[in-house]
Nanobody, 119 residues
Framework: QVQLVESGGGLVQAGGSLRLACKFS????????MGWFRQAPGKEREFVAD????????RYADSVNGRITISRDNAKNTVILQMNSLKPEDTAVYYC????????????WGQGTQVTVSS
């Protein structure tokens, strides 16, 4: 069974940086498009970024484009979300997500990691 375990969340001041990591296990990592979603209090879960199986193709939400970078290390079964120039509105629980290549629905979710940006 595929498992996703996030790490790296925490409290940071506005303008600061955080690096989130998601460790994948229990399956073949390169069969999956990997991504990140987030959910702020009182809001629906929203897409942040995703990365193709090779890492060669990435997509970003408009709200984070230019400030956040997604990457993956297929040798380590890990996907990274580097977040810079953080804003208070980036405060949310961040979830790692795995979609089978060629599909649109998230198949597996991580448990989430809290990111809090203070003003």
């Amino acid at each position: 069974q595929v498992q996703l375990v996030e790490s790296g969340g925490g409290l940071v001041q506005a303008g600061g940086s955080l690096r989130l990591a998601c460790k994948f296990s229990g399956g073949t990592f390169t069969m999956y498009t990997m991504g990140w979603f987030r959910q702020a209090p009182g809001k629906e879960r929203e897409f942040v970024a995703d990365c193709s199986w090779s890492g060669g193709s990435t997509r970003y939400a408009d709200s984070v484009n230019g400030r956040i970078t997604i990457s993956r290390d297929n040798a380590k079964n890990t996907v990274i979300l580097q977040m810079n120039s953080l804003k208070p509105e980036d405060t949310a629980v961040y979830y790692c997500a795995a979609k089978i290549r060629g599909t649109t629905e998230v198949r597996y979710w991580g448990q989430g990691t809290q990111v809090t940006v203070s003003s």
